[in-house]
């Protein structure tokens, strides 16, 4: 899929993201009162976004590996868990978590980004589009990817109930970087993917990994608020979690299936399966 020579820049960038994640993720997990949040509740979204930001370095670290071995279905993996972390870490930037390991924060976020755009921006689109089987479960991703849009109406509310006060809210973080990018991209993403668009099948696994794990991290966050806090589990947005946690993993995982390493068909063939996705 790549020559070396085109992403030896981004596999050196992503690697050193994927060591610099898993020190934070470790010290924040493991060094006593860390982090200065004096919400319990709080404190733990952060030390469940450390177990899936731990999972998501040692995944991409393999995912590198492959890629560099010419594995096409490693490149979505990559991505995406180049996606979740410069989420993740530009949350921890942008709500100025401030401890030792802020600089280490923004360092991450700035190599996980250049990373994603390079990876993206060095890929074939028609290229990647042989690699997809005819099969692909293009209506089933498009409705995952669309499952976001439900958070619409509550964000919204978020971001002008602080504005309206003049109060500012730490959650107004999230509702920004989700309405003004995340959401939009999913909405763009499963168009795409619906109407055959290579591109769209390019995006569709960022988002279905970034989806499945975040939705990860929210429902450790909350059922470990719940069991070790006795939280009240929120009615309206405990299910969005959830359902972008199964819904995600599953479809993500249906995504990497029709995905596959090698080509090996005549060009007749080629044609036809180029014909079948709307090429």
Not at 116 to 136: P, S
Not at 182 to 208: D, E, H, M, N, S
Request: proline share 4%.
């Amino acid at each position: 899929m790549y020559k070396h020579k085109d992403i030896s820049p981004f596999v050196t960038l992503s690697g050193l993201a994927a060591i610099l994640t898993i020190v934070a993720a470790l010290i924040g997990l493991f060094t006593p009162d860390f982090y200065p949040i004096e919400s319990e509740s709080f404190l733990l979204a952060a030390k469940a976004q450390d177990i899936i930001a731990l999972l998501a370095a040692v995944i991409m670290v393999w995912a590198i590996v492959q890629t560099w071995n010419g594995s096409t279905r490693a490149v979505a993996v990559w991505a995406g868990c180049l996606g979740y972390l410069t989420y993740s870490y530009l949350l921890y930037s942008m709500d100025q978590v401030f401890t030792s390991l802020y600089i280490v924060y923004i360092a991450i976020l700035g190599l996980c980004l250049y990373s994603l755009i390079g990876v993206l921006g060095r890929l074939n689109g028609d290229k990647f589009r042989l690699h997809v089987d005819q099969h692909m479960p293009r209506r089933l991703i498009a409705l995952v990817l669309a499952i976001p849009a439900i958070l619409i109406p509550p964000w919204i509310a978020f971001a002008t109930d602080p504005v309206l006060r003049s109060a500012p809210n730490a959650i107004v973080t999230v509702n920004v970087i989700d309405l003004s990018f995340v959401i939009p991209a999913c909405l763009a993403t499963a168009y795409l993917v619906w109407k055959r668009q290579t591109w769209g099948f390019i995006f569709a696994g960022v988002l279905l990994v970034k989806l499945f794990t975040m939705g990860l991290s929210l429902v450790i966050a909350t059922f470990w608020a719940y069991f070790t806090l006795g939280t009240a589990i929120d009615p309206l947005q405990t299910p969005i979690y959830i359902a972008m946690m199964l819904a995600g993993g599953f479809a993500a995982v249906r995504y990497l299936q029709h995905i596959h390493d090698t080509v090996e068909v005549s060009k007749k063939q080629t044609a036809q399966r180029a014909k079948a996705l709307g090429h």
